[in-house]
């Protein structure tokens, strides 16, 4: 079972909400995030919460677009994604780490260790 949820396919200006159930990480990570896939492309962080401080990174693409917010007594993630572009389609995954990031390296997908399976993301006429 995935731990994210809440893809689809949408138009583009279309909004989706991505759920992801971190129960399954382990519970001392020190930061969690949302991370994309495209077809042919290199996986990339979207937005990731460093949790020492609450500090949050966005990619430059969805800044003003995305919003990531957490449910910590829930232990649940989510991306609130507006206004969303062809090129925001791909495979989204949650992750987490135990790795505490320097604040250049927040969100590089190679600290992850801790990964969903991915819910698919397409906008779309």
């Known amino acids: 079972e995935s731990a994210e949820s809440g893809g689809g396919l949408v138009p583009p200006g279309g909004s989706l909400r991505l759920s992801c159930v971190t129960s399954?990480?382990?519970?001392?990570?020190?930061?969690i995030g949302w991370f994309r896939q495209a077809p042919g492309k290199n996986r990339e962080g979207v937005s990731c919460i460093r949790s020492v401080d609450n500090l949050i990174r966005y990619t430059e693409s969805v800044k003003g677009r995305f919003t990531v917010f957490r449910d910590t007594e829930k232990k649940m993630m989510y991306l609130q994604m507006n206004n969303l572009k062809p090129e925001d389609t791909g495979t989204y995954y949650c992750?987490?780490?135990?790795?505490?990031?320097?604040?250049?390296?927040?969100?590089?997908?190679?600290?992850?260790?801790?990964w969903g399976q991915g819910t698919q993301v397409t906008v779309s006429l």
């Open positions: 992750a987490a780490t135990r790795y505490v990031p320097p604040i250049q390296r927040v969100c590089w997908p190679a600290d992850f260790e801790s």
């Open positions: 399954g990480f382990p519970s001392d990570y020190f930061e």
